[in-house]
């Protein structure tokens, strides 16, 4: 080989490293960036996600609040008011002593849901429950919990989620359908909770636009917030039924 070659062969072989070293680097921040993009994007799922845990235990304990609210007014009160009828009426006292004890009794109650720690104590089963409980003990809605399957354990944020979206389709039973049953299943399949709540009062039309502020949209959303699936069906006249889809 002579002088010439060498030099030749000395320069191509420059310029390839010169273009694999740019290629290189090229690569390199152009990884950079999406694992920056990456990493940004993930950091604002998060604080979304921690926004969105926040923002719904805030509205459960303004439920919880309202909820309390309305049983001092009316439920305890009545019972005082009782309790005050039937001295000025000379009633026995073992009637007075039992109206007293329901009055305490809803009183213990109402003061475990005042805790800020009741709920965080609680599983997804049991905060249901207390609600079940409370419509029936004031006669709101004859109610109903039925739980299918062994229990399994899911995440404290992801349960708070799925009680608030199943708060919201209560309130909705109770304010806008006139139902007078309502029913949740709890169903712990091999590899996914399936949970339904169906009542049987008006019912909607779907497709008219006036029941998009229902709040099934933020439903949906919420659902999505930690990977479940939730639908609404409804008919009027019929009731409405709410799915929730979650992959154990």
């Not at 709101?140 to 899911?154: A, C, M, N, P, V």
């Not at 359908?177 to 339904?196: E, R, V």
């Not at 006036?210 to 006249?237: D, F």
Request: some cysteine; charged content about 25%.
């Amino acid at each position: 080989m002579d002088e010439k070659e060498i030099q030749s062969f000395l320069i191509i072989s420059s310029v390839v490293l010169f273009i694999l070293i740019i290629t290189m680097i090229s690569l390199f921040i152009l990884f950079q960036k999406r694992k920056n993009a990456l990493l940004l994007k993930n950091e604002f799922e998060k604080k979304h996600f921690e926004q969105e845990i926040s923002k719904a235990q805030i509205e459960i304990r303004e439920e919880t609040f309202r909820n309390i609210s309305w049983e001092l007014h009316d439920n305890i009160g009545q019972l005082l008011t009782l309790a005050k009828i039937q001295l000025q009426n000379n009633s026995s006292v073992d009637d007075v002593k039992e109206t007293l004890n329901k009055c305490l009794k809803e009183l213990r109650d109402l003061s475990k849901l005042i805790s800020p720690d009741a709920l965080k104590n609680m599983s997804l089963e049991q905060a249901i429950s207390g609600e079940v409980n409370r419509f029936n003990r004031l006669n709101f809605i004859e109610s109903q919990l039925t739980i299918k399957g062994e229990e399994r354990k899911i995440d404290s944020k992801t349960e708070i989620v799925f009680f608030r979206i199943l708060q919201e389709f209560f309130s909705n039973t109770i304010k806008h359908a006139k139902a007078t049953h309502l029913s949740i299943i709890l169903n712990y399949q091999k590899d996914m909770l399936l949970i339904t709540a169906k009542d049987n009062g008006l019912g909607f039309d779907l497709n008219k636009q006036e029941h998009s502020g229902l709040g099934l949209t933020n439903m949906k959303n919420r659902a999505k917030l930690v990977n479940a699936h939730a639908t609404i069906l409804s008919e009027p006249n019929i009731g409405t039924k709410l799915t929730i889809t979650y992959k154990l």
